[in-house]
């Protein structure tokens, strides 16, 4: 991670997206680039976590809600400005995610990841259920028309524009973090934990932040998730959107931020490609997830690039 | 009222205990927990409301096909998915059980159907009446299902070659290799198992709770909320958390709210996780570096 070819695709990709945005004029196709650049916060998040640091987590879900919430809830009824209530939302999310990782910091790898399926069932429990904060299933939530400092900014290029920023800022989140000390910590962390403790390494600490690093960026992906959907509920934050969440870093690249953007739109895309097979979609996804593992385990981005390297050494000789 | 809520603790507790004896002895062997494991007690469920409604087969011949087809469904996912990959490759054993539990929710979805369906109890639906209690004859078949399975488990570990080797393999891996034991055959028996033993499982919980394709992955976390709980890696241990966590969901959904008896039950996962991750029965093991 944040290797000189990874900044530079990055940097493509981001560059590439409001190039899309623009030549597209279908609607359609703007809300699918739009939700793609939500997913790829989320993915970012979980690629700091999974990726450099190796701790899994199937509970992102929970954050992604925690941030659509707590926004949707300051915005309607605290009355609090958009741009604000988002950034709260993400913190929150943040918060909960330094709170849950203390207890299971003692957990790694197949326990964790069960323990944080857990803590994402719980909550969607929660979700479903406390239906005077969220509207649970049925009628779930409505929110107002995005605004900033009185613009309307409820226009599909507007969400595109606000979104690709916070995405940008994201980037620019992981990428110091992972050349920083923190990340070299975190590296350090994810090959051994005991080895890392024993040269000075605070692993809780450690894990605790880069908990709340994911948890924050999914929360903030929740928060534009509430304005870009407008009416959603709670099936929204269930264990599926962990698992596809997982899927998107694990397809693109465990070890490339751009690998997670790319991961991120792949599994935004496939659904809808897929969707003329209709019932058949669940079951190719998991087979398409399975193969990946198989084939290209360190994710399709990395595995593609190998490939290329090997035909082109395979020409020159 | 306590009496009606002890025995619905019990008979749910049975499933969970029959759920997590697959996932303890695929742990066992194999070092990893199995995430497509609850798929293979939908399957169970599911397959066995399909032989007895769609092919009319009667009760028994129906049952034993769905949990044989679990078992064979269990073998597939271990040779396909699992077979080669790095036994301390997590990320991927994870990633690829997840896989095969989507895939084999969706072929559920498409050749079976997403209807909820309610196959026939084994022996009516007429519930029967001990004392004050009446308990439902499906209830009586689980628990003689949980002590004919723990029992001939325990044979099968005990006295046959194969558990032999299992139990070898669970103990030292490495050990079990240059002894002569094919590591990759007791993971695949572990597989099979599982699958047999969930697909009962499944079967056996279908006429009380219903079936749906997509009931799996809530299954599986029960099932291994259970093994957690008891400490996974022995079977007693998967027994005695299925009844406590069957117990407490029970009575909260008798006491507090039936909405929020699967917080309790996973709660339960978490406290324990967090305050003796090794399980009530377990024995802590040794970190290796």
Not at chain 1, 142 to 167: E, H
Not at chain 2, 224 to 239: K, N, R
Request: charged share 10%.
């Amino acid at each position: 991670m944040s290797s000189a070819i990874d900044r530079r695709l990055t940097l493509l990709l981001l560059v590439l997206l409001p190039i899309l945005a623009a030549i597209t004029d279908n609607n359609f196709h703007k809300s699918i680039l739009v939700f793609g650049v939500i997913n790829a916060i989320s993915a970012v998040g979980l690629c700091l976590m999974l990726g450099l640091a190796g701790q899994i987590s199937l509970g992102q879900a929970a954050f992604f809600g925690i941030g659509a919430y707590v926004t949707s809830n300051l915005a309607t009824r605290a009355g609090l400005e958009p741009a604000l209530a988002i950034v709260l939302a993400a913190c929150c999310a943040m918060a909960l995610g330094w709170a849950i990782s203390r207890p299971l910091s003692r957990l790694h790898d197949h326990y964790l990841a069960m323990a944080t399926l857990a803590f994402g069932t719980v909550m969607y429990i929660g979700f479903a259920n406390g239906r005077d904060w969220t509207g649970g299933l049925d009628p779930g939530m409505s929110m107002p028309k995005l605004t900033m400092f009185g613009q309307d900014l409820s226009s599909m290029n507007a969400l595109f524009a606000v979104s690709w920023i916070a995405l940008t800022l994201s980037v620019f989140v992981a990428n110091n973090i992972a050349g920083h000390r923190i990340g070299r910590t975190l590296r350090a962390m994810k090959m051994s934990a005991p080895a890392a403790a024993s040269v000075g390494i605070d692993v809780v600490q450690a894990k605790a932040f880069v908990f709340a690093i994911g948890a924050l960026l999914t929360g903030l992906a929740g928060g534009l998730y509430a304005y870009v959907a407008r009416s959603f509920n709670a099936g929204v934050f269930g264990i599926g959107y962990s698992i596809e969440l997982l899927m998107m870093v694990v397809i693109g690249s465990l070890n490339r931020v751009s690998g997670a953007i790319t991961g991120a739109f792949i599994i935004t895309v496939l659904p809808i490609l897929f969707d003329r097979f209709e019932d058949y979609r669940t079951l190719v996804f998991g087979v398409t997830m399975v193969l990946i593992m198989k084939f290209m385990p360190t994710g399709l981005v990395d595995g593609l690039f190998s490939l290329g390297a090997r035909l082109l050494s395979g020409r020159r000789r | 009222m306590l009496g009606q809520i002890v025995v619905s603790g019990i008979t749910i507790g049975a499933i969970y205990a029959l759920i997590a004896i697959g996932f303890t002895i695929v742990f066992a062997t194999n070092r990893l927990v199995n995430f497509a494991h609850g798929e293979f007690v939908m399957a169970g469920g599911m397959l066995y409301a399909y032989f007895t409604g769609v092919q009319h087969l009667p009760i028994a011949p129906a049952f034993l096909l769905a949990t044989v087809s679990s078992g064979l469904i269990a073998w597939l996912v271990y040779q396909i998915g699992l077979s080669d990959v790095d036994r301390d490759n997590h990320i991927a054993q994870v990633m690829i059980t997840l896989g095969a539990g989507i895939a084999l929710k969706g072929a559920a979805q498409v050749w079976l159907g997403k209807d909820t369906l309610f196959p026939p109890a084994f022996s009516g639906q007429a519930p029967m009446s001990l004392g004050t209690l009446t308990v439902s004859s499906q209830a009586l078949w689980i628990a003689g299902g949980l002590l004919t399975f723990l029992l001939a488990l325990h044979v099968l570990l005990k006295y046959t070659r194969l558990g032999a080797s299992m139990r070898a393999v669970s103990i030292n891996h490495y050990a079990a290799t240059l002894m002569g034991i094919s590591p990759g055959r007791a993971a695949a028996m572990a597989f099979v198992l599982a699958g047999v033993i969930g697909g009962a499982a499944g079967g056996l919980l279908a006429p009380l709770a219903s079936t749906h394709y997509d009931n799996g992955i809530f299954l599986a976390i029960k099932g291994f909320a259970a093994a957690i709980v008891g400490g996974i890696g022995s079977p007693l241990g998967a027994v005695v958390g299925g009844l406590v966590l069957g117990l407490s969901e029970s009575l909260a959904a008798g006491y507090v709210s039936s909405v929020y008896k699967d917080v309790v039950s996973l709660a339960l996962l978490l406290f324990v996780l967090i305050l003796r991750p090794q399980g009530l029965l377990g024995r802590a093991l040794p970190q290796k570096l």
